[in-house]
């Protein structure tokens, strides 16, 4: 087997059909000597921020001196993105290996009436035999979706962690923020801490409730952010307040209120597991916020013209990217190439850039998973919104720097995966 066969394997179109219940992927790991309980994690789960919370706490634990694996997704550019020991994707000869050593456990128990493993099941086993294999000292993962039944949740994590809670994936989760809050709650354990951000009134209250019945210590507001101080187009300066006093002039190569957010809720878990045998200092938390590499979020890929790219995929990441844009940006139009994948809310997306009367240039990202351009197209004229369909990213990027006059922005946004392809174009990975 080679690199692309191994992807091919993994990215089979049987594999994406979500089923919920942790039976299958315990069976999985059991078979493969049960790396995950090798190794200490932080499990991270909620709606939005999660990934960026995970690569700052995994930046901050690699600047203090520990090796620290890393699982996140969707990918940007590779699926390696996926497996990393800090910034160090897993390469494709030993994911090769790994893929091979999987495919007759996985077929095995496609035999059985567990069925066989899903696209992020395999990517979940992949990633902890991996970490096992390399003996890291902690690994940090985000949680795919939802949380209770999450292939993830077969960890036994030092705390867990939940960001802001929204609306996403309401066809397995749910239709209101107390299901969906219900789900997310799923991922704490008893007696151990869960670190939690700022949330609605009916997700907390949730939240709070099942801590409370699980006796795990929940933490609230531990950190206060102040900012920001002062930003540019690399980022921005800001002021996190925890248990050990101010942490000043921390520089943040993120941009948008919500990554300010995110520092803080990933201070807050640093704060937690610091007397876990996980020390770190003020200089780790600084050097490692400010050297953190996280391409795809509100990334600049051109000055000129004005070329921006987020993975934005949901109403929630949807609305801070466009405060963020508001915030960050000025321009006289704004030109959006748009796809969006097909279980998301397309409306609730658009809905956040209505104000800026943009141009929207329709596309969908190679995948196939999207909603068609057209598709896209109908969903921007029930709204008011102007916009023409492209068959693809690089299409519609050209077409959007062809049309750019002096003062517009163009936006690339409404996947990770259409980020994705407008980001190979500037920077190939592979």
């Known amino acids: 087997m080679n690199y692309q066969e191994a992807l091919k394997f993994l ?5 994406f059909s979500p089923r919920l219940g942790l039976e299958r992927i315990g069976a999985f790991l059991e078979a493969l000597g049960s790396p995950q309980e090798t190794f200490p994690s932080i499990l991270i789960g909620g709606t939005s921020g999660k990934g960026s919370s995970c690569k700052m706490i ?3 634990l690699k600047e203090a001196g520990f090796k620290v694996g890393l699982f996140t997704k969707p990918h940007l550019q590779t699926y390696r993105e996926r497996i990393a020991i800090g910034d160090d994707l897993i390469s494709k000869e030993e994911l090769t290996s790994l893929v091979e050593e999987i495919v007759p456990i996985a077929e095995n128990i496609g035999k059985t009436e567990l069925g066989f493993p899903t696209y992020f099941e395999m990517g979940v086993a992949l990633a902890f035999k991996y970490f096992a294999q390399k003996k890291v000292d902690i690994a940090v993962v985000e949680v795919g979706m939802g949380g209770r039944f999450d292939a993830t949740n077969v960890l036994k994590p030092i705390i867990c962690g939940i960001t802001e809670i929204g609306f996403d994936h309401e066809k397995y989760l749910g239709n209101t923020l107390s299901q969906i809050a219900f789900e997310k709650a799923g991922i704490i354990k008893p007696g151990t801490p869960v670190v939690v951000s700022r949330q ?3 997700a907390m209250e949730v939240l709070m409730r099942v801590a409370e019945e699980r006796g795990a210590p929940l933490l609230q507001g531990a950190v206060q ?8 187009l690399a980022g921005q300066t800001i002021n996190l307040k925890g248990q050990g006093g101010v942490l000043e002039e921390i520089f943040l190569p993120l941009l948008g209120e919500h990554q300010i957010s995110n520092a803080a809720f990933a201070l807050a878990c640093l704060q937690c597991i610091k007397e876990m045998g996980f020390s770190w ?10 050297g953190l590499r996280w391409p795809g979020r509100i990334e600049i890929l051109s000055q000129s013209p004005l070329i921006v790219i987020d993975g934005a995929h949901n109403p929630s990441k949807a609305g801070a990217l466009s405060r963020a844009i508001k915030e960050c940006f000025q321009f006289k139009r704004l030109i959006i190439v748009m796809g969006v994948s097909r279980d998301k809310d397309l409306k609730g997306i658009l809905l956040k850039f209505k104000d800026f009367e943009p141009l929207i240039l329709a596309s969908a990202a190679s995948s196939g998973r999207g909603f068609k351009p057209a598709e896209i197209v109908e969903g921007c004229q029930g709204l008011g919104i102007p916009a023409r369909e492209f068959p693809g990213v690089s299409t519609a990027l050209q077409e959007a720097i062809g049309i750019a006059r002096e003062g517009d922005l163009i936006l ?5 995966y259409v980020a994705g392809e407008a980001r190979d174009l500037y920077f190939k990975v592979e």
Do not use: C, N, W, Y
């Open 58 to 60: 995994e930046s901050v």
């Open 281 to 290: 200092t003020e200089g780790d938390f600084k050097r490692g916020v400010a």
């Open 225 to 232: 952010a102040e900012g920001p101080l002062s930003f540019s």
């Open 412 to 416: 690339v946004t409404g996947s990770i």
């Open 11 to 15: 990215e089979s179109p049987s594999r």
């Open 200 to 202: 609605e009134e009916e």
